[in-house]
C-alpha cells in the first residue's frame, strides 16, 4: 500500500481543528499528517502541535494555495490528502472513500463533494464541486502542475482544469453530513464577505489561466 500524508492548511481555525485532526488520525489511513498553519493568531499552532504531527509554521498568513504548496514540499507519501481545517460533521468514513478510489489505481484524484442538509452549502457544491478542497491525489500526477502558491483560492479551479485538459481520470466522492463553516460566521459578515469576493476574483483568474 502506498504511503498516504494529509496537509491540513489552517488560518485561525481553533474551533474546528482539534475534531479534524482527530478524525485523520482516528482513520487510521494516514502514514503523515502535516498541518500548514498558515500566519494564524489564534490557537491554531498550539492545538496541533499537541499531536505527534508535522506542523509548518508560516510567519504571514499567505493563502491557502501557498500553504498547501508548503505542505507539498515536506509530504513524503505517493498519495496526498488535502483537507479543510474547518470541517464540520467529518468522519473516518469519509476519509476512507476519498482515498480508497486513488490507493486502488481506479483514478489519480478524488473529489469531495458535500451533502450536508445544509441548503446553500448542498447548493453550492452541486453547481460547483470543482470548488472544493477535499482531495486526494497521486502525487506523480501533480508533476506537470506549477505554481501553487499563486494561485490563493483558485487553486482547486485550477486543479480541476489541468486534470480535465490532461485528459487524467479523476471521480466526485459524495461526502454525506459534511459542511464547514462560511466566512461570513467564521469572521464577521464584513471580512467574511470581502474574503469572499476576493476568492471568487481568484477562482475567476483561475478559469482564464
Known amino acids: 500500500m502506498r504511503k498516504v500524508t494529509v496537509i491540513i492548511p489552517a488560518f485561525n481555525e481553533e474551533c474546528t481543528l482539534l475534531n479534524v485532526l482527530q478524525t485523520v488520525v482516528a482513520s487510521q489511513k494516514a502514514d ?17 502541535e499537541n499531536f505527534e504531527i ?43 472513500a476519498l482515498l480508497q ?36 491525489i497521486e502525487k506523480k500526477a501533480l508533476q506537470g502542475f506549477e505554481h501553487f502558491e499563486k494561485l490563493g483560492f483558485g487553486l482547486e479551479t485550477a486543479l480541476t482544469l489541468y486534470f480535465k485538459k490532461n485528459k487524467i481520470v479523476y471521480k466526485e466522492v459524495l461526502l454525506k453530513g459534511v459542511t464547514h463553516i462560511v466566512k461570513e460566521a467564521k469572521f464577521g459578515f464584513f471580512k467574511g464577505f470581502f474574503m469572499r469576493m476576493r476568492m471568487y476574483v481568484q477562482i475567476l483568474k483561475s478559469l482564464n489561466r
Open 32 to 48: 503523515e499528517i502535516i498541518v500548514v498553519n498558515d500566519g494564524s493568531n489564534d490557537s491554531t499552532g498550539t492545538i496541533a
Open 54 to 96: 508535522k506542523v509548518i509554521n508560516l510567519p504571514e498568513n499567505k493563502g491557502k494555495a501557498n500553504a498547501i504548496a508548503a505542505g507539498l514540499e515536506q509530504a513524503s507519501g505517493e498519495v496526498v490528502l488535502f483537507l479543510d481545517a474547518d470541517l464540520i460533521g467529518l468522519n473516518p468514513e469519509h476519509i476512507t
Open 101 to 136: 478510489p486513488v490507493l486502488q489505481d481506479e483514478v489519480k484524484m478524488t473529489v469531495g463533494k458535500f451533502y450536508s442538509g445544509a441548503f446553500w452549502t448542498s447548493l453550492s457544491q452541486h453547481i460547483t464541486p470543482f470548488l472544493s478542497g477535499q482531495r486526494a
